[in-house]
């Protein structure tokens, strides 16, 4: 029996000039899963966010959606094939309420500007956009911020908002990029149990330098190292790894153990 990945990569080498900033990375997400990535600075992570959403240019690799192999996807391609993606940081137009801004993460087919799309919904479509809009604010645990303006909303709520932005193309697949960046540790058991929700809807692929939060909601996660795959699996079998625990540190096992959140150790 097997399960239809979402999203399958193998052998993803991309270079930026002399700096080989991914080598023969591989990623598998199963449907309905929170798979993160975690490692240090510079590991990699984001260029692998990147690459998926048509950002930068694969050296080499090949990438399957759904079970289907394609080309990489171009970024306006990537709500069609089911995939959003939340800018790192939050990037919320002022001028417009959250419900607008939200509604501004539709795909709308041509992936043309939505200011004149919008202006040409019909009344109907846009009842219709509206209605996804609220559905996905009521997703990310937003709903009741639908009338405010960005500027009213507070760090984490803005961060709830650009969730449910990223949510009202239906995706398949969604990607967060340091989600719980400059959150505190309430706000971070909050965002971990909206995520294990969320599940029930996309499958979700995390990059985050929080890795007790990682560890809290993650299925699978992978670590990387200078661009490569050092291991992969569940968090309590990756966080014993030596290599894992070398690349976390660089300095003794036991703080290693520390810092992924060991107390067996
Ligand atoms: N567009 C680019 N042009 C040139 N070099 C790049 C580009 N994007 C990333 N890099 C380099 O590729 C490497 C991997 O960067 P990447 O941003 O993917 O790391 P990261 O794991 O997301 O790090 P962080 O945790 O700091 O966000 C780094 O050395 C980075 O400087
Ligand atoms: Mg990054």
């Known amino acids: 029996m097997s399960i239809t990945s979402v999203l399958s990569i193998s052998h993803l080498t991309v270079k930026f000039g002399g700096l080989t900033a991914l080598d023969d990375v591989f990623l598998d997400i199963a449907p309905n899963t929170i798979v993160g990535l975690i490692?240090?600075?510079?590991?990699?992570?984001?260029?692998?966010?990147?690459?998926?959403?048509?950002?930068?240019?694969?050296?080499?690799?090949?990438?399957?959606?759904?079970?289907?192999?394609?080309?990489?996807?171009?970024?306006?391609?990537?709500?069609?094939?089911?995939?959003?993606?939340?800018?790192?940081?939050?990037?919320?137009?002022?001028?417009l309420t959250v419900i607008e801004n939200v509604m501004m993460g539709a795909d709308h087919t041509s992936g043309s500007n939505f200011f004149k799309d919008l202006l040409g919904l019909?009344?109907?479509?846009?009842?219709?956009?509206?209605?996804?809009?609220?559905?996905?604010?009521?997703?990310?645990?937003?709903l009741?911020?639908?009338?405010?303006?960005?500027?009213?909303?507070?760090?984490?709520?803005?961060?709830?908002?650009?969730?449910?932005?990223?949510?009202?193309?239906?995706?398949?697949?969604?990607?967060?990029?340091?989600?719980a960046a400059g959150l505190g540790q309430d706000e971070i058991d909050k965002f971990a149990a909206l995520l294990l929700q969320l599940k029930q809807r996309c499958a979700i692929v995390i990059?985050?330098?929080?890795?007790?939060?990682?560890?809290?909601?993650?299925?699978?996660?992978?670590?990387?190292?200078?661009?490569?795959?050092?291991a992969s699996g569940t968090f309590d079998t990756v966080k014993r790894d030596p290599a894992v625990l070398a690349a976390y540190l660089g300095t003794t096992q036991q703080s290693g153990s520390e810092k992924l959140g060991d107390q067996s150790a």
């Open 39 to 95: 490692g240090p600075n510079g590991a990699g992570k984001t260029t692998i966010f990147n690459s998926i959403s048509g950002l930068v240019a694969p050296t080499s690799g090949d990438i399957a959606i759904q079970g289907k192999e394609m080309k990489w996807p171009a970024s306006h391609e990537l709500a069609s094939m089911g995939i959003s993606r939340t800018l790192q940081g939050v990037g919320l137009f002022s001028g």
């Open 122 to 142: 019909s009344g109907r479509a846009e009842a219709k956009l509206r209605r996804r809009a609220i559905d996905a604010l009521a997703w990310a645990g937003a």
């Open 144 to 179: 009741d911020l639908a009338a405010k303006m960005p500027g009213e909303l507070t760090y984490p709520e803005s961060k709830r908002v650009s969730v449910a932005r990223a949510l009202v193309s239906n995706p398949r697949l969604l990607l967060l990029d340091e989600p």
């Open 207 to 230: 990059v985050e330098h929080h890795v007790d939060f990682i560890g809290a909601i993650s299925d699978q996660v992978y670590v990387l190292n200078f661009g490569k795959v050092i």
